[in-house]
Every structure is written in C-alpha cells, then in structure tokens.
C-alpha cells in the first residue's frame, strides 16, 4: 500500500512510523488509520524488525488524536462509525495483537529472547518483564 498519510521506514531492526499530517496536527482519520494498520501489520510480520518507534511529524504535535473535521464531515453526510470497521489503529493497538518479545544481541549480558514465543518472560531487570505489544512511544 501507498502511504499518503504517514512514512514507515525500518532500519536497523527499528521500524519508524511517523504520522504525516502535521497542517491537522497529525490527528488521525479513516485513511490515515488504514496506512497505520498497514504499517504496523507490516511490523508485525517483519522478522528482523524489532522494535516500532511513532513519531508525529512537524514541531506542534505528536498527535491530536481523532480527526474531529473528518469526524464531522462523516456525521454531516449521514455517516456512522461502525465499531471495529477500519477503525483498529484509531486507538493505537485495540483489537490489534502484534507480539514482539524482547530480544539482545548475541553475546550481550541480557537474554535473548529471538526464538521465543511470545508470552511472559522471566525479569531479569527493569524492561524485560512483559514484552511490549506494539506500543506507542511518545
């Protein structure tokens, strides 16, 4: 899919989504959700990415949230949001599951976890308890 709304990048095991909507202050609507769901799907199934970063574009905002004109807009036109109907990244992760267990590189003093099904984890400091399940950085 091509993105309009957003950039999703990876490097270095780090994939990079950034909302690109900083004229609204990057608040989200159906068609900027969909190319997260996109993106974050492509996370998920991408093996030698690791961890995801969000970001927001521009220097006003990481995220209005809603797009409250696009919301508007539908209503005014008759429209109705239908609950869990394109809608998955609108809270960022509901009704999205994207394990990623923590992982090291070979050889650190951490565990590595690469081959792991996803699950708890043993603590073995602060950070590895529980792995992240896509979870928005701010």
């Given at each position: 899919?091509?993105?309009?709304?957003?950039?999703?990048?990876?490097?270095?095991?780090?994939?990079?989504?950034?909302?690109?909507?900083?004229?609204?202050?990057?608040?989200?609507?159906?068609?900027?959700?969909?190319e997260m769901l996109d993106a974050f799907i492509s996370f998920r199934d991408d093996?030698?990415?690791?961890?995801?970063?969000?970001?927001?574009?521009?220097?006003?905002?990481?995220?209005?949230?809603?797009?409250?004109?696009?919301?508007?807009?539908?209503?005014?036109?008759?429209?109705?949001?239908?609950?869990?109907?394109?809608?998955?990244?609108?809270?960022?992760?509901?009704?999205?599951?994207?394990?990623?267990?923590?992982?090291?590189?070979?050889?650190?003093?951490?565990?590595n976890w690469a081959n792991s099904e996803p699950g708890p984890y043993p603590s073995?400091?602060?950070?590895?308890?529980?792995?992240?399940?896509?979870?928005?950085?701010?």
């Open positions: 899919m091509a993105h309009e709304f957003i950039t999703y990048r990876v490097a270095d095991r780090i994939a990079y989504v950034t909302i690109n909507r900083p004229q609204v202050m990057n608040a989200l609507h159906p068609a900027a959700n969909a093996d030698d990415a690791w961890i995801a970063i969000l970001t927001g574009a521009g220097d006003r905002a990481f995220s209005a949230g809603d797009d409250l004109r696009a919301t508007a807009e539908r209503t005014a036109r008759g429209e109705q949001r239908v609950a869990g109907a394109g809608v998955a990244l609108g809270g960022i992760t509901v009704g999205f599951e994207c394990p990623k267990p923590p992982r090291s590189e070979p050889g650190a003093d951490t565990p073995s400091g602060p950070g590895w308890s529980t792995p992240a399940v896509c979870t928005a950085v701010t």
